[in-house]
Each structure stands twice: as C-alpha cells, then as structure tokens.
C-alpha cells in the first residue's frame, strides 16, 4: 500500500498512467519520488512511464532498483521483462519473466508475457506452451492469444492459427490487435487478400504500428506472384535456420556469425569483378569463378543476390501503384531509389557500348 | 403568487425594454423561489443592459439560490469590484462565503454589508457567521471597526474568479507575431459567427459549436486560444491538464457543469480546455468505465444540452487528436478543426524579437536572418536558442572580463546546434494522417508536410 502522504498524488498519476500522458505522470512521480526515493511502486511507475516513451535503457536499472526494494512483487519483474524485450535483450527479458512466473504462476499475463519472449528468441514450441497454459487461466487473454497463432504459425501449423481472432472480432469488429493478429495469420497461412484486409483495418486504427505497416507492405508485395514464390522461399529457409538453432543464440553471436557468412559473399563479388576485368585483365579467376557457382554456396549467394534484385523490384512497383505508395516506409522509398539508380546506370553503359558498335 | 407575478410577465414580453419592470420582476420572481426564471429574465436584460447593477445582483441571487455558487461568486465580486460601496452584494458575498466555508471573510463581508447599510441586519445570518467562526477584528488605519475587503484592480479578475481560471486578456491577434492562416480560420470559423449571427444564420451556416486546435507541443495553441478571447473582448477560462485531473478526481460532473455556468455567466467569453484529449479521452480505450460519466456530461455541456452555450465560445487544443472520442467531433461539438503548424518565418522573428528584449544586443543583429535559418523550430525550440546564445555569449564576456552583446553569429551558431523538437511528432502525425484520415480531417498535416498540394485529392 502506498503511504498517505503520497495518495493523493497517486491517484493522479494513476490516472495520467490510465490516460497514457506519460511525460506528464513521469513529472509527478519523479517529485513524488523526491519525497520518497525508495518507494518501490512509485519507481516501477518510473519504469513504465520511460518504457511507453520508448526509453527501456532508462527503464531497465530504474525498475532494478525497485526489485531492490520489493523484489517479491512480480509486476515489477514483469515491467522488467518488457523492458528487456524492448531493448531487444531476450536472455535477460526471460530471466525476469520467468522470475514473474515463479512468483505469480496464477497470472495470465506473465504467461503471455513470457510467450512473447520465447517467440522473440525464436522458440516457438516453448512458446506454445506458455501460450496455451495462460489460456487455461484466462480463455480470453489477448496476449496469450497471439502467442498461440503466432507460435502455430512458426510452427507451420498456418491453418490452425489462422481463424483464432474471429471470436474477439465478433465481440468487437474494430479491435485492432485482433485484426493485426489475424492479418498476419493469414500471411502466414498465403491468404494474402484476407492479411491485406485485415492489417489494413488494423493500421486505420493504430496508425503508428510499424509492425503492422510492415506486414501490409508484405502483404501487398505477395500479390505479385514471383514475390509468392521469393516468400515460400524465405519462410522454408528461416525454417531451415531455425531447425539448426542458430535463432536461440545470443544476439551478439548471431551478428558475429552472420559477418562471417558474408565473407564468401565479399569473394563472390570480387570474383565476378575480377571475372569480368573490373580490375584487370587476369581472365584466369574467371574459372575459378564459374567453379564457385557449381557449389551449393554459389547457388545460396546467387539466390540471396536474385532475392535482393526481386525485392528491390517489387517495391519499385509498389512505388508506381497510388493505392501502395504511401504504405512504404523511408527504408524501402531509398531501397528502390538505389535499384533505379542502378539500372539507370546499367542503361547509361549499356547505350555507350551500343553507341561504341555504331560509330 | 405565480398568479399575481404573470400579468407583469405579459407586461415586460410587451415591452422588454422596460429595464425598472425587469429589475422588479427578478426580485419577484426570486422571492417567489422561481430561481431559473429569474436568472433567464436578469441574463436576458443583461445582454441589453450589462452593467445595471440590479439585475446582476438579482442574477447573482438567483445563481446562489440554485446552489451555482461558482457563478454567484463571479457576478458578486465583479459588481464589489466596480461599486465597493453596494451593502446588499456585500451582504450576499457574505452568504457566499459562509456557504464556502470562508467564514472569517464572510463576517467581514458581512460587517462592511452592515457599515454601508445597517439595515440589512440578518439575524440567522448573524447567527450562523457566530458559530462558524469566532470574531477576529483587524485594526483599520483609522483604529476601529471591520476593515473592509480592498478593492482590486479593475481589469484584474477577483480571486475566486482567477481559482476558477478567469482572465481578460490584454492581448489579441496582433500581439500573434505570423501565422495569419491560422488567424484568418479563426476568424471565418468563430469570430465572425459571433459577431454576424445573422449573416450566417441566413447563408443557413450554424454559429455553434467549438475549435479544437492541433499541432506540435510548444507552437503557440494557448497563446492563440487566449488572442482570440482578446480579439472579441471576451473574458477568457482556461482549464489545463491539472484541474482537467481535478475533475476525474473529485466531484468531476459537478466541477464541470459549474465552469460551463461560469463561461455562460461571463458571455462573451472563451472557455479554453487546453490538452483535451485527458478529458476527451476515447471511451474505447478508456480502462475505468467511471471516466466515462465525466465524458458523457461533457458532450452534454458542449451541446447546451441543459442552458444554451449562446455567447460561448468553446476552444480546445490537443497534441493527439486522434485520441479523442469521435462523439466529440460531430457537429455542434469540436466539428471545426484546425492545425497549428510551427511559427512560420515573420511568427520566429517576432517570437525571437520578443525572447531577446532586454538583453544587449550588438548593433546588425537581424532576427529575420535567424528566423529565415530556423525552419521547423517551436516557440520552445527558439527559446533554447537564445539561451544556448546568450550562454556563448556569457563564457565569452568571462573570458575577456567584460560584458559582451549578443552577435549575429552567436544566434547562428545556436541555431546549428537546435533540433526542431516538432520532428517526432510529425512523423506521427504523418501516420495517422496518411493510414486513419477518415473524412480528410488531417489533410493539413499532409498538405504542410507536402505529401498533398493545397485542396488537392
């Protein structure tokens, strides 16, 4: 309970919390806390109201330092966890939703929690189960809903996850996390149509949800159908991935290996440059070349180039098409930006040497 | 009695400009305990006559009988204000005070009733000032009696008035440096509906309902919002986000039903509620169903749904207007929308002229050469900038030991080193203008942005 000193304001900053003014409850809490500089409530408060400014650094030792003080309340080991999970450390957001867990293993929301942290460190059965023990608690628990259709649908089970939010649409036919879920289970399942009406809805009511946009643009890119086969493609490849464990890694080691792989790549590049006499005229390496594209590694880097060269051409048209347009983002407006340059220059070389053979 | 008042009722509807007849009628008709009628009579005379003194006290009783002690206490201080020497408003500024729990400054209100006036002596009035507080004598410069209440300054609103958040601002339209676009849809949009009702009644354009503003933090909505009160010499309320608190806290219907009286009282007046959206939250996303009486009587203030919000001009400002319940912008409510962009180049040179008065200044220093280098930047942004300035400019009269003025390029320099602070906010404005744009509502965002040409599709 919070001393009565403090209710007063407390209540207030409740209610900013409720209202989602977070810079203004964060200037309360902090005078509130000027008074009182342990209170371990009032600095789990701090921890959500620089969490929900998209602050986690600063969230993360605020909400330590309130653990400090009362480290068997699991709503601060919660916060803890979301913040983690926000600065994209996943080991550290399962430690504290685990921790959550044990102190509140009644809680659907903790489960849901823990989920969502699984799925981002690419575990989806874990997940699942999470998922599905917080559904035995609460049926109709938003998060661990998602979890569910979003574990089944990393799981290749598209069908089943596929019509898990109609309920709740029924209950609300604008509910925008239910819409955005059920967008992306269509993605997944190849109902493009259905994802693009969904996600779209869903966008309308949450207009800055990045997530959201970004799995629109798929779903617009999915309706041309060389950008369907590019898809499978990649979905059987992440599977493949998966299967190896290279998901569950540390971030760090997975950036380490990832620079590694590209390596070969560098190769590929200076050999083909070199192949061509870019460099010079060595016209040896050129065999050596063209050995390199027979082995399963050329035939990777090839694809990867080809996927490249395909994504850069479907945003191209979706750049053309009114409808799409104002859905891509600065990223991929720059994307298609570098691949018109590109074939501008190729356009540029190709008319000099035509215009070398003439004259 | 009802009976005996209606011949006179017929009289005055034959002739309402019988002011002695309306002036006795209210009395009447207080003392008949018919209260609102009353008060529709004294608001009716008042638009004609509104300095007569008796039928603002007659109001003034008909508010407090009605238990509206908000608005009482407003007419009563206003007309003390004007005519200190009135013993029966000190007397009913008095009950007024007693009835706010102010008991010590009720016996002195009510002693200085008594020394104007000995007439007016109220027993049970007496009685009840006795037992709510024991008298306390303040020594007078001539040495006896009661002091009485001073008298403010007259263009200053009394204290209570200034609790409730009354002002009249001494500023208008030309103290806003630029943005004349804004200005002018001001205009079109509630100035001059209340200034040529009929005008716009015969083009069968309505001349209710409020502005809600919107825009980046620190770009002048307040500032615009208490121009306008000052451009139609309304008095002006403005209602921020702490007594917005104050009312989901505590007596929230009541709170907000009394400061929509208030506005009445005082029309013409702009009642201003500055960050809307906490008081207009959306009730979908609302987690307390309670918040949502608070927002169901305010769309009922807002339509006049109780007494006629004639004469009140309604503004709000908001950083998120799509945070608003939609029931708020359907016509008669918040149905005109305007943005306030950040201040355009002569708006940056006067905001900069006003930040570096008084400060020394070295001889060339253009503010319209650095508003011209200050696209995008807010009031508040520009502040940093002088301050970042004059902190060059500090460390530089350190170092010589000699107090230096502010040059050009200490504000240019500043000026590199500022951020527009309107960028994040934009960039979510943009969103929701391009993927929730029901109805083009924020075309503007577009249109500024450039995303969109002027009246373009």
């Known amino acids: 309970m919070l001393p009565d000193a403090l209710a007063p304001e407390t209540r207030r900053i409740e209610l900013?919390?409720?209202?989602?003014?977070?810079?203004?409850?964060?200037?309360?809490?902090?005078?509130?806390?000027?008074?009182?500089?342990?209170?371990?409530?009032?600095?789990?408060w701090l921890g959500v109201c620089l969490l929900n400014q998209h602050r986690p650094a600063e969230a993360i030792p605020i909400l330590q330092r309130a653990i400090g003080h009362a480290p068997l309340n699991p709503q601060l080991h919660g916060w803890l966890a979301e913040?983690?999970?926000?600065?994209?450390?996943?080991?550290?957001?399962?430690?504290?939703?685990?921790?959550?867990?044990?102190?509140?293993?009644?809680?659907?929301?903790?489960?849901g929690l823990a989920g969502m942290v699984l799925l981002r460190k690419h575990?989806?059965?874990?997940?699942?189960?999470?998922?599905?023990?917080?559904?035995?608690?609460?049926?109709?628990?938003?998060?661990c809903l998602t979890v569910q259709a979003r574990a089944l649908a990393d799981l290749g089970q598209t069908n089943v996850s596929a019509p898990l939010f109609a309920p709740v649409l029924v209950d609300d036919p604008l509910d925008a996390f239910a819409h955005a879920n059920q967008g992306f289970n269509?993605?997944?399942?190849?109902?493009?149509?259905?994802?693009?009406?969904?996600?779209?809805?869903?966008?309308?009511?949450?207009?800055?949800?990045?997530?959201?946009?970004?799995?629109?643009?798929?779903?617009?890119?999915?309706?041309?159908?060389?950008?369907?086969?590019?898809?499978?493609?990649?979905?059987?490849?992440?599977?493949?991935?998966?299967?190896?464990?290279?998901?569950?890694?540390?971030?760090?080691?997975r950036k380490i290996i990832a620079y590694v792989l590209q390596i070969p790549l560098l190769f590929f590049v200076w050999g083909w440059a070199f192949a061509h006499g870019f460099f010079s005229n060595i016209g040896y390496l050129s065999i050596g070349f063209r050995l390199l594209l027979l082995t399963p590694l050329g035939v990777i880097i090839i694809l990867t180039l080809a996927g490249a060269l395909l994504q850069s051409i479907t945003l191209t048209l979706l750049r053309c098409n009114p409808q799409a347009r104002p859905y891509l983002s600065s990223k991929e407006i720059l994307a298609s930006n570098c691949f018109l340059a590109g074939l501008g220059v190729l356009a540029v070389s190709a008319s000099a040497r035509f215009a070398g053979l003439l004259f | 009695?009802?009976?005996?008042?209606?011949?006179?009722?017929?009289?005055?509807?034959?002739?309402?400009?019988?002011?002695?007849?309306?002036?006795?009628?209210?009395?009447?008709?207080?003392?008949?305990?018919?209260?609102?009628?009353?008060?529709?009579?004294?608001?009716?005379?008042?638009?004609?006559?509104?300095?007569?003194?008796?039928?603002?006290?007659s109001l003034a009783d008909a508010y407090f009988a009605s238990n509206k002690h908000s608005a009482a206490f407003v007419v009563v201080e206003e007309l003390l204000d004007q005519h200190p020497d009135n013993a029966a408003a000190h007397l009913l500024h008095a009950r007024l005070l007693l009835a706010a729990g102010q008991a010590a400054e009720a016996r002195e209100a009510y002693a200085h009733a008594l020394e104007i006036n000995p007439g007016?002596?109220?027993?049970?009035?007496?009685?009840?000032?006795?037992?709510?507080?024991?008298?306390?004598?303040?020594?007078?410069?001539?040495?006896?009696?009661?002091?009485?209440?001073?008298?403010?300054?007259?263009?200053?609103?009394?204290?209570?008035?200034?609790?409730?958040?009354?002002?009249?601002?001494?500023?208008?339209?030309?103290?806003?440096?630029?943005?004349?676009?804004?200005?002018?849809?001001?205009?079109?949009?509630?100035?001059?509906?209340?200034?040529?009702?009929?005008?716009?009644?015969a083009y069968g354009k309505a001349s209710g309902g409020g502005l809600l503003l919107y825009g980046p933090p620190g770009c002048g909505k307040t500032h615009l919002a208490r121009a306008t009160a000052g451009e139609v010499q309304a008095s002006f309320i403005s209602v921020g986000i702490a007594e917005i608190l104050d009312m989901w806290l505590g007596n929230s219907e009541k709170n907000l039903h009394q400061l929509f009286e208030l506005a009445r009282s005082q029309a013409p007046c702009v009642l201003f509620f500055d960050e809307v959206d906490a008081l207009a939250a959306n009730r979908h996303d609302l987690r307390q169903s309670a918040g949502r009486t608070v927002i169901n009587q305010f769309l009922e203030e807002l339509d006049g749904a109780t007494r006629s919000n004639e004469g009140v001009l309604i503004m709000a400002a908001t950083n998120a207007p799509w945070h608003l319940d939609p029931a708020f912008r359907r016509p008669g409510r918040f149905d005109r929308i305007t943005l306030v962009t950040p201040p355009d180049e002569p708006a940056r040179a006067a905001i900069l002229e006003i930040l570096l008065r008084g400060k020394p200044l070295a001889p060339g220093v253009s503010t319209a050469a650095v508003a011209a280098r200050t696209a995008g930047l807010s009031g508040a942004d520009l502040m940093a900038l002088v301050d970042g300035a004059v902190d060059v400019c500090l460390r530089a009269s350190m170092r010589s030991g000699r107090p230096l003025p502010i040059e050009q390029s200490h504000l240019l320099d500043a000026a590199k080193l500022v951020k527009p602070s309107t960028k994040e906010w934009f960039a979510t404005a943009r969103n929701y203008a391009l993927y929730s744009n029901e109805g083009g509502l924020y075309d503007d965002i577009l249109v500024y942005l450039g995303v969109k040409k002027p009246g373009g599709a």
């Open chain 2, 1 to 57: 009695m009802s009976a005996d008042l209606q011949p006179l009722l017929d009289a005055l509807q034959f002739s309402p400009d019988n002011l002695p007849l309306r002036q006795h009628l209210a009395r009447q008709l207080n003392a008949a305990g018919r209260h609102q009628e009353a008060e529709t009579l004294c608001r009716e005379g008042l638009r004609q006559h509104p300095t007569d003194d008796a039928l603002r006290l």
């Open chain 1, 186 to 253: 269509y993605l997944d399942a190849g109902n493009f149509r259905a994802a693009q009406l969904h996600l779209h809805t869903a966008l309308q009511q949450q207009p800055d949800n990045a997530q959201i946009r970004a799995g629109l643009v798929e779903a617009l890119k999915n309706s041309f159908w060389y950008y369907r086969l590019l898809w499978q493609g990649g979905r059987w490849v992440t599977r493949l991935v998966r299967r190896t464990g290279f998901f569950a890694l540390e971030a760090d080691t």
């Open chain 2, 120 to 201: 007016l002596a109220d027993r049970d009035l007496g009685q009840a000032l006795e037992a709510a507080a024991p008298a306390k004598r303040v020594p007078t410069p001539a040495g006896g009696g009661y002091r009485p209440a001073p008298a403010p300054d007259e263009d200053e609103p009394s204290a209570q008035a200034k609790l409730l958040g009354l002002e009249r601002p001494k500023i208008n339209f030309s103290d806003v440096g630029g943005m004349e676009a804004v200005k002018d849809e001001i205009r079109l949009k509630i100035i001059h509906p209340l200034q040529f009702p009929d005008l716009y009644k």
């Open chain 1, 123 to 143: 575990r989806p059965k874990q997940a699942l189960r999470a998922a599905r023990t917080g559904l035995c608690l609460d049926p109709a628990h938003k998060q």
């Open chain 1, 16 to 44: 900013l919390l409720n209202l989602q003014h977070y810079a203004e409850a964060e200037q309360l809490i902090r005078i509130a806390l000027a008074q009182q500089p342990t209170h371990a409530v009032m600095l789990g």
């Open chain 1, 83 to 111: 913040s983690y999970s926000a600065a994209k450390d996943f080991f550290a957001a399962e430690a504290a939703s685990r921790e959550a867990l044990r102190l509140a293993p009644e809680q659907a929301d903790f489960h």
